[in-house]
């Protein structure tokens, strides 16, 4: 297993620490990544007025944007270098928002390549619940689906300058349309918790999926 | 004429009616149900070794100016976390427990950490219970006092009531801080069973203050700033990446789910010394039945 370690406190002032804490991890770095997804081309129609394309309905309105924010930095992290960090940090989920949800054609029941960036062992464990962690559960019904909000919030844990961990706090709300027209509306929230090693890589998950009717999401944050 | 009248009046009526209505019932925006039901799924999953991990949580009885790793241990506790099953187990080891300390022969085994620092306690440990820890956790007085105030004190459920000068621990929960805690933990002579007691005692405070970590690690961003806090002032011998999966999988301990026990013994004296014989049987028998998946299936017997 793991080789023993020693953990000794030393004798610091706590109080400096959470001093500097609050200051640093007050400084919050924007990022946004414009995430080009296989939705249909922006439009500026609304969900509720579907087109249809070669006899099935797809959704035309504008896919949302994603977001990334770094929210909170504990530890020392370079200015400079922030902003790549956040990016390596988000690419991998962006990839499973990608591939588990937003990208490919829909219908579909298989969603591969969502897992590509978790560890073996987290990839197992997310594959076993795939009804949460992917569109599976709906994805046989769908015909085409769009972002309505995509923001992911890191907090990013740096003790010597270089980013160790991080945790992503994740919200994903899909528009989608089945075959009758009809629209259902999934939100996917909970947060992916990552570390470096050799790439960043998704080590665990905590994540809630809820169905509702179209803007319910927005609705229950009211 | 009469007709008229008659209309004007009832059309009259029927207006003040419904104008009456109108004022009294409220419009149909505000009695509207903004309620929701909604079917939550949820997805867990957690990358980490697939048994149970041992950490050695060791209390240092170093006063200012002595070497916190070169003084006797005063806590000694083996706690073993399942994060798969959220289960964990701590083992309570009498600080005065007389045993084989290896290349030092018998002795209380708070006195392993003078002869050769936390790896030799981890070692003496190791052959009393026959779990080797992965991880030993070393704290001071202070530090611990100072852990606790930076996490806004805990809640901290007492099977007993004593005082101190300026502390009282009441019977049932008690908001602690860090000096408050230092008392708890460290008070013996006012508990039924001494040193069994406050071992036990200990361990109730770990649970209670997991509890406590977990409500700020809930928080955006509060694993890691707390993460950062500890990096900060601890000596750690393990990466960052394996100090932040490690804290991860402690906080899939369900507090719930925490068996608490302290290994019994005899009081006899050696060298002149007090010392405790610990019942090693049980101590295995713990080790044993902890060692798979860190439940106690008879709970502490």
């Known amino acids: 297993m793991l080789s023993a370690m020693t953990v000794t406190v030393r004798p610091l002032r706590v109080v400096v620490a959470l001093l500097a804490s609050a200051v640093i991890g007050a400084t919050a770095l924007v990022g946004c990544d414009d995430d080009k997804t296989t939705a249909p081309t922006p439009s500026p129609t609304s969900a509720s007025d579907p087109t249809t394309v070669s006899g099935a309905p797809t959704l035309t309105m504008r896919p949302a944007r994603l977001e990334t924010r770094l929210v909170r930095l504990a530890g020392h992290l370079p200015r400079e270098r922030r902003r790549s960090v956040v990016a390596s940090i988000a690419r991998p989920v962006r990839s499973w928002l990608r591939a588990g949800f937003v990208g490919g054609d829909y219908p579909r029941r298989d969603f591969p390549g969502a897992f590509a960036d978790y560890t073996r062992d987290a990839a197992r464990l997310a594959s076993r619940q795939d009804e949460v962690t992917t569109n599976a559960a709906l994805g046989a019904d769908l015909v085409d689906v769009v972002p309505t909000r995509r923001t992911v919030r890191l907090s990013v844990f740096a003790p010597h300058g270089r980013a160790a961990g991080a945790t992503a706090d994740v919200t994903l709300v899909l528009l989608g349309i089945r075959a009758d027209e009809s629209e259902v509306e999934l939100a996917v929230t909970g947060q992916l918790y990552l570390t470096r090693d050799g790439g960043w890589q998704v080590f665990g998950f905590d994540l809630a999926r809820t169905l509702g009717a179209p803007g319910s999401y927005e609705r229950r944050r009211r | 004429m009469n007709n008229v009248r008659a209309r004007l009046r009832r059309w009259t009526v029927l207006g003040v009616v419904l104008a009456v209505v109108g004022l009294t019932v409220p419009d149909s925006a505000t009695p509207r149900f903004d309620g929701s039901l909604v079917k939550v799924e949820n997805a867990r999953g957690l990358d980490t070794d697939p048994g149970v991990v041992w950490i050695l949580a060791l209390g240092s009885d170093a006063r200012p100016g002595e070497p916190v790793l070169r003084s006797r241990a005063d806590s000694i506790h083996l706690v073993g976390i399942n994060p798969r099953t959220g289960h964990a187990t701590i083992i309570g080891i009498p600080r005065d427990s007389y045993v084989d300390i290896p290349g030092y022969g018998r002795d209380k085994i708070n006195a392993a950490m003078v002869y050769g620092g936390p790896q030799l306690e981890a070692a003496a440990v190791a052959g009393m219970m026959g779990i080797t820890p992965d991880y030993v956790f070393t704290t001071s007085f202070w530090d611990f006092s100072r852990m606790v105030w930076s996490i806004g004190g805990v809640d901290v459920h007492s099977a007993h009531a004593f005082s101190e000068p300026l502390v009282t621990i009441r019977e049932g929960v008690n908001h602690v801080n860090g000096v408050e805690a230092l008392v708890f933990v460290r008070e013996r002579y006012q508990l039924p069973n001494g040193d069994f007691d406050r071992s036990r005692n200990q361990g109730q405070f770990m649970v209670d203050g997991l509890r406590q970590v977990a409500g700020v690690a809930a928080e955006s961003g509060g694993l890691e700033r707390a993460l950062w806090t500890f990096a900060k002032h601890t000596d750690i011998d393990v990466g960052p ?58 709970g502490c017997s």
């Open chain 2, 241 to 298: 990446v394996e100090l932040y999966r490690l804290a991860r999988a402690v906080l899939q301990v369900d507090p719930q789910l925490v068996d608490n026990c302290v290994i019994d013994g005899g009081t006899t004296f050696a060298g002149g010394a007090s010392v405790v014989l610990p019942d090693l049987g049980q101590a295995r028998a713990y080790a044993q039945d902890a060692g798979s998946d860190a439940t106690l299936a008879s």
